[in-house]
């Protein structure tokens, strides 16, 4: 029996002393972990470590300002003083120095006269109520959040539309203050002001536009607003551009500002020049514009019967101008006064117009000769006389008004002119008539000179009459009025 129970034993034994190894060594574990802690505690609130033989190790003395056993509030007494007051209450102005970096020139707007502009606006004064104790003289960093409970400068922009502070992720925003009590406040800002535009030279022109700062509330008498490192307060980034114009200048400005109600304050103005990129507008306005009116003039080529060509020509040109003038001016401000592209759009369109009303001339004075020469030919046809002509060696033609076909005026060489008398009329009844759309002309075989004169007087005489004699001028007086016009106004703009 005592054999049977003697291996039971042994096994109980064993798993007990097991189960106190395994107790044991989960109390080592815990308070290792425990020390560990303690370490990692102690090197954050800045104790100093011992080591397990009691000496202390060296250690750097701590610095109060980076210590977070110390609230920023009792560090820079913010309770202590009253911050709706500017430092120095009551005493001389606070000189308050200004510095701006541009990050961007984001857009130009002509209709709107205004322009939108990013930069770093930073502030820099002194403020004795915000002076600290520091070891290592370093300065402290705060976000926006400590700003709402001291006093900072009431800088606002002058004659802006919106403007805002970004805040992607929080607001850019940033305090540093010295321990003499040196403050530096930076914020990003995006405005957007008004600028005083000047088109009387688009699109050859220049604007110059200006950002302006400004106290809201202080005056000269309490705050003094100045730049800080004079014209190299300002600075620029080198890869701003802007499609429409090339930025010339950067430059910085300073002067009094006065309200009649409120007295005198020191205003700071940002300036910067513009050129307007030309090359644009001469692509979509200027070459358009000059092809048009070059349109127009092919119409004085054109014979002057073809009227469908001619007046088609003339009203796609008109209204090709108009539309042309329409979409520049949808771009631009309702100004009162005339634009430079306004003076060549106008001018252009008065050349296309007046391309119309020549064809309209020519047209009604071709109607006007018409109808004359198809009345005297009605008259000839009735009241002509009769002509008896020799056989052998003359030939008779009358000629009514001087109009007659080529074919006539070839077969007329090697005739002379004698008038046709008819022949049972008495002798002293036989006179030439008066008037020249009843004359009958006899022409008889002259000498080859004579046929030749002839020949070349009726060639010229049937020329006339197929070109209208104001088409041939305008082929000259147009495209010569236009180069006139073009040299005066380049040498003007440019």
């Known amino acids: 029996m005592d054999a049977v129970r003697m291996p039971y034993l042994n096994r109980t034994l064993l798993l007990l002393s097991l189960l106190l190894l395994l107790l044991l060594l989960l109390g080592q574990s815990r308070t290792a972990e425990a020390r560990r802690h303690r370490q990692r505690v102690r090197r954050w609130t800045g104790t100093e470590e011992t080591q397990k033989h009691g000496a202390s190790l060296p250690k750097k003395p701590p610095d109060v300002t980076k210590s977070r056993k110390t609230k920023t509030e009792h560090l820079l007494k913010v309770d202590d003083h009253d911050f709706t007051m500017r430092p120095a209450f009551g005493g001389p102005a606070i000189p308050v120095g200004v510095d701006v970096q541009v990050e961007s020139l984001d857009s130009i707007s002509e209709v709107d006269m205004d322009f939108t502009m990013t930069l770093y606006l930073r502030h820099y004064w002194k403020d004795e109520r915000l002076s600290f104790s520091s070891s290592t003289n370093k300065s402290m960093t705060f976000d926006g959040r400590l700003v709402k409970k001291i006093w900072v400068p009431d800088v606002f922009f002058v004659h802006s539309k919106r403007s805002f502070i970004h805040d992607t992720t929080t607001d850019n925003i940033m305090l540093r203050v010295f321990p003499d009590g040196h403050v530096l406040y930076s914020l990003r800002v995006t405005v957007t002001a008004a600028c005083n535009m000047d088109f009387s030279r688009f699109p050859l022109d220049s604007q110059t536009c200006s ?29 701003i551009s802007l499609s429409q114009f090339l930025i010339q200048k950067f430059h910085t400005t300073s002067r009094l500002a006065f309200y009649s109600s409120t007295g005198w304050y020191n205003r700071l103005y940002i300036n910067f020049t513009l050129r307007r990129h030309i090359f644009f507008f001469l692509l979509q306005t200027y070459f358009p514009a000059t092809l048009m009116v070059m349109l127009s003039w092919v119409s004085f080529w054109i014979d002057r019967r073809a009227v469908p060509a001619r007046v088609s020509l003339g009203i796609t040109t008109v209204l090709t101008m108009s539309t042309i003038i329409t979409g520049v001016n949808a771009s631009m401000p309702r100004v009162s006064y005339i634009k430079a592209v306004d003076i060549y759009l106008w001018v252009s369109f008065v050349f296309v117009f007046l391309s119309v009303l020549e064809y309209a001339a020519v047209n009604y004075l071709s109607t006007v000769q018409d109808r004359r020469e198809r009345k005297m030919r009605e008259r000839a046809r009735s009241q002509s006389l009769p002509c008896t002509c020799s056989i052998s060696q003359t030939r008779t033609m009358t000629m009514l008004d001087g109009t007659y076909s080529e074919a006539d005026t070839n077969s007329l060489a090697g005739y002379t002119e004698e008038p046709m008398v008819p022949e049972d009329e008495p002798e002293e009844k036989q006179k030439v008539p008066e008037k020249s759309e009843h004359m009958v002309v006899h022409l008889s075989m002259s000498t080859e000179s004579a046929g030749i004169k002839k020949r070349k007087s009726l060639r010229a005489l049937n020329i006339i009459q197929n070109t209208h004699a104001i088409d041939k001028y305008s082929r000259m007086i147009f495209p010569g009025s236009y180069i006139f016009f073009n040299l005066i106004y380049w040498s003007v703009y440019c």
């Open 211 to 239: 950002l302006e700062l400004e106290s809201y509330a202080y005056t000269d008498e309490d705050l003094m607003l100045y730049w800080k490192s004079g014209d190299e307060s300002l600075s620029t980034d080198d890869r």
